[in-house]
């Protein structure tokens, strides 16, 4: 329904106010609004009102008459926290000029730090004519666009309780990939008032269940306020991921069970402070790349109507003398069709081929119809100014970019010497924060995995992508899965990084479900509505001899022994694990490898004790705490093949199922599934708290990803003589028992087995 709404007109004058900050800033006396407009010829602030009526609001305009370094302000008496306020701008209409100026819109503050409501349907929320885009829209837009909101954060307006950054190192750190609301829309210990949001989050149900879990971060899907593509209303549907970013300084207000009127804000510091309290860093998935006012036919509801030229990178024509764009890697860029390799929005229709020839095309990698311009001084600024809110305000630990070499350009190729990239590097804020980078966009010359210079670590889709091949019985025998097993040297050492800097997953939030990944061979999206068209074919998978669920007990048995494996390993491999939430439980999206579009039970964690795996999470947990006890599983150098003392034994060995250390012929053996991993704890590199040196327990790994059982020849040596299975998924070898130097271990198909040593 849409609101009733009515113009009172306009008062003024208003106080002259202040250029800074940009945004609304409340005080007692009076509220400053200041917003960047250069080129507009006249701006107005909108207070909207209440009227009584349901959604309904008046509007009073404010003319601002002070302007000074392209940035229009004055001051407001009497404005109260919780008050929805807009701007309207107006300046010539040239489409191609980036102008775009049209009373009828109702902007929202670039900088607002709080949203209220959800973007409507119809032509008012463009600024052209829709039947004739070379024209401006008369249609008013404020009864269909979300609504900045006033909100009181002056000094001590929040208590914190002392909360301080937890400041984890990353060896230490353990990723839990979860979206606000489908963490806990379907959580039945947590109170049915706030489930879905930041304060079901918050729940002593979740945090206590996370903390036991092992986990050491919560890494939140996109939270900063979003709206959903047009094109989803129409076929009943809306954006759940969020990777449509639409206020870069506001919570996202559809999670807060406070409401949306500033309740937003303070319950996400609360949400933060339960979190930290409970040992747990938050980290932002941020989506910088792109606005959700899309391509050039899209929705006018920021910045577009403010300086189309700001923000977004306009189309150009690339020059001939300059030679072309090469990847910075020798692995095959990402998939671009809607797949788990590019988050936003996959299914959103490309630009259309043809457009008026007034209307601005803009340069696109991103797949989303248009790709912000992080090296424009203001664009950049409104990044740089939110990045710190979160961090400063907000006081979250660290962010995941989504596609971030798309805003590393520079005469639009990629450089690691970009301003973003610089200006992050040398903020006293921003360079101290966890910084994850999503290495590529939607283009080819966007692969940039192992590209990022430090402080950076990378999502790893190598890691993903071997992995997931290994324990389906394909790739190259064990060579590629060993380089992932010890940190991906072949990607960060050779630029002074560490193991570390490789963010290990086997799944993400886009992409199959671990339980379907081992459930299903081919996508199922039929629920999309895109004829089963998105979302990617590469998938890896493999489902054991059924597509979907079954009741056959051997095919049960083995995906979720397969699931295990793959979760035993990403906990054991040197680097960042990350995981995804529910993906411990068993959690099913029913064979959907793309569902950013379902927000309902396809997409929510499902609680039910009948629909979890109950010993995939007992593996997840045995895991991970093994992770956390062993400094030997979680080194922060590389190893280097040769011993740490002089006589010791070397840091790392691979071992034939034989007994004997590998060979060339054995590492180009492509028929080789069985590896052994022995990881030397006699002495570490890495130096104790206070610089002494640790000598800890060894620990040797062994995997086998064929479907036969194997006998294993023990090592015989003077370093360790005996040890006992730390950590099992072969149902022969339960954790505890005692194996000797020298002696035969039988390993089932498919199965990890992990042993501790107990003594010499």
């Known amino acids: 329904m849409t ?21 609304a800033t409340w005080s007692p006396a009076s509220t400053n609004f200041a917003v960047h407009a250069p080129r507009a010829q006249a701006v107005w602030v909108c207070v909207l009102e209440d009227d009584g009526t349901d959604g309904g609001f008046t509007e009073t305009r404010h003319l601002l008459t002070e302007q000074s370094l392209g940035i229009w302000h004055g001051a407001l008496p009497g404005i109260a926290p919780g008050t929805r306020y807009g701007f309207r701008a107006r300046g010539p209409w040239d489409p191609a000029q980036g102008c775009r100026f049209n009373e009828h819109q109702l902007l929202l503050d670039p900088f607002a730090r709080a949203v209220s409501g959800d973007l409507g349907s119809g032509p008012g929320i463009y600024a052209h004519d829709v039947d004739d885009p070379s024209r401006p829209s008369t249609v008013d837009s404020a009864p269909v666009v979300p609504h900045g909101v006033v909100v009181d954060e002056t000094e001590g307006s929040f208590d914190w309780q002392g909360d301080r950054p937890l400041k984890r190192r990353w060896r230490d750190t353990v990723v839990y990939e979860a979206h606000v609301k489908g963490l806990t829309a379907a959580h039945p210990d947590v109170p049915e008032e706030l489930r879905g949001t930041y304060a079901g989050l918050a729940h002593p149900a979740v945090t206590d269940y996370l903390r036991d879990l092992g986990v050491t971060a919560v890494e939140l899907l996109p939270v900063q306020q979003f709206v959903s593509e047009p094109f989803l209303a129409g076929r009943g549907l809306s954006n759940y991921w969020g990777y449509n970013t639409l206020g870069f300084l506001a919570p996202h207000g559809a999670y807060a069970a406070a409401g949306d009127r500033g309740g937003q804000v303070t319950e996400f510091k609360e949400m933060v402070r339960s979190l930290h309290a409970a040992g747990l860093e938050v980290i932002l998935d941020v989506v910088y790349n792109h606005t959700a006012e899309a391509g050039p036919l899209g929705p006018t509801l920021s910045f577009r109507g403010l300086d189309d030229s700001i923000y977004t990178r306009p189309e150009v024509t690339p020059d001939p003398t300059l030679p072309p764009p090469v990847s910075t890697t020798t692995a095959p860029p990402p998939a671009v069709d809607g797949t788990e390799d590019t988050d936003p929005d996959p299914a959103a229709p490309a630009p259309p081929t043809e457009r008026p020839e007034d209307v601005d095309p803009y340069w696109d990698v991103t797949g989303c119809g248009n790709t912000v311009d992080a090296g424009h001084p203001f664009a950049l600024r409104l990044i740089l100014d939110s990045l710190r809110y979160w961090v400063t305000e907000m006081h979250v630990d660290g962010f995941r970019f989504d596609l971030l070499p798309a805003l590393c350009r ?41 590209g990022f210079p430090p402080p950076w670590v990378e999502w790893n889709d190598q890691y993903r992508d071997q992995v997931r091949d290994f324990w389906r019985g394909h790739g190259d025998g064990i060579r590629s899965v060993a380089t992932r097993l010890a940190g ?139 992770r956390r006890s062993e400094p030997a599983l979680r080194q922060r150098h590389w190893f280097e093949g040769r011993p740490t003392m002089t006589g010791g034994p070397k840091d790392l060995v691979w071992l034939h199922p034989t007994g004997r250390e590998m060979t060339t012929d054995d590492w180009h053996d492509d028929g080789l599934r069985v590896v052994g991993m022995f990881v030397s704890g006699t002495p570490l590199r890495s130096p104790g708290p206070r610089g002494e040196q640790q000598v800890v327990a060894s620990f040797l790994m062994w995997f086998n990803a064929g479907p036969d059982a194997v006998a294993l020849s023990l090592p015989d040596n003077e370093w360790v003589r005996q040890g006992a299975v730390a950590l099992s998924t072969d149902p022969d070898h339960a954790v505890g028992a005692t194996v000797r130097a020298g002696q035969q271990l039988g390993l089932a198909g498919r199965s990890v087995v992990v042993l501790r040593q107990t003594g010499l």
């Not at 609101?3 to 945004?23: A, D, M, Q």
């Open 3 to 23: 609101p009733t709404w009515s113009r009172l007109g306009e008062r003024s004058p208003v106080w002259p106010g202040r250029n800074w900050p940009l945004g």
């Open 488 to 626: 991906s040297s072949d990607l960060y050492a050779d630029d002074g990084r560490s193991p570390y800097n490789s963010v290990n997953m086997v799944t993400a939030h886009d992409g199959f479900t671990l339980r379907d990944l081992v459930s299903y061979d081919h996508k199922h999206n039929e629920a999309n509505g895109e004829d089963n068209r998105d979302g990617t074919d590469g998938n890896r998978s493999w489902n054991h001899g059924v597509e979907g669920e079954t009741d056959d007990e051997g095919v049960l048995a083995l995906r979720q022994r397969q699931a295990a494996n793959l979760m035993a390993t990403l906990c054991l491999s040197a680097g960042v694990p990350m995981m995804v939430a529910g993906d411990e439980r068993g959690r099913t999206q029913h064979g959907n490898n793309n569902a950013y579009c379902q927000d309902n039970a396809m997409s929510w964690v499902d609680w039910r004790p009948e629909a979890s795996w109950p010993a995939l999470h007992r593996l997840t947990r045995a895991a991970l705490a093994l």
């Open 410 to 450: 520079v005469d639009h190729r990629v450089d690691m010497a970009a301003p973003l990239l610089t200006a992050i590097g040398q903020d006293p804020v921003l360079r101290h924060v966890k910084l994850v980078a999503e290495p590529w966009d939607a283009s080819g010359e966007g692969y940039q995995v192992g």
